[in-house]
Nanobody, 119 residues
Framework: QVQLVESGGGSVQAGGSLRLSCAAG?????MAWFRRAPGKEREGVAA???????YYTDSVKGRFTISRDTAKKMILLEMNNLKLEDTGMYYC????????????????WGQGTQVTVSS
């Protein structure tokens, strides 16, 4: 059974950093991080597609970096200069071709890891 397992979430003060990891068991053509903030819909945060194309939602550009560790079959999300609005449950996702930051274009999901940013 294919599983995506996230880790690395936690509580941090604004301006701090966290690194999220997703153990995938395999490398997929398209992998991404999504988040769901309280009271909001799930949104695409960052995606890594094919040979290394990266995509970010505007609010995290310059602060978040998505990467992969092929040997460990993991996807990483380095989050710097965290803001209050980055609070939410972060999910790792994998899928075939399709739009990088659209959740309906992904068919594998992890259980999520909570990120809480406080002032």
């Amino acid at each position: 059974q294919v599983q995506l397992v996230e880790s690395g979430g936690g509580s941090v003060q604004a301006g701090g950093s966290l690194r999220l990891s997703c153990a995938a068991g395999a490398m997929y053509y398209k992998m991404a991080w999504f988040r769901r903030a309280p009271g909001k819909e799930r949104e695409g945060v960052a995606a890594l597609v094919g040979g290394g194309y990266t995509y970010y939602t505007d609010s995290v550009k310059g602060r978040f970096t998505i990467s992969r560790d092929t040997a460990k079959k993991m996807i990483l999300l380095e989050m710097n200069n965290l803001k209050l609005e980055d609070t939410g449950m972060y999910y790792c996702a994998a899928g075939p071709t399709g739009r990088p930051l659209v959740s309906s274009d992904y068919n594998l999901w992890g259980q999520g890891t909570q990120v809480t940013v406080s002032s």
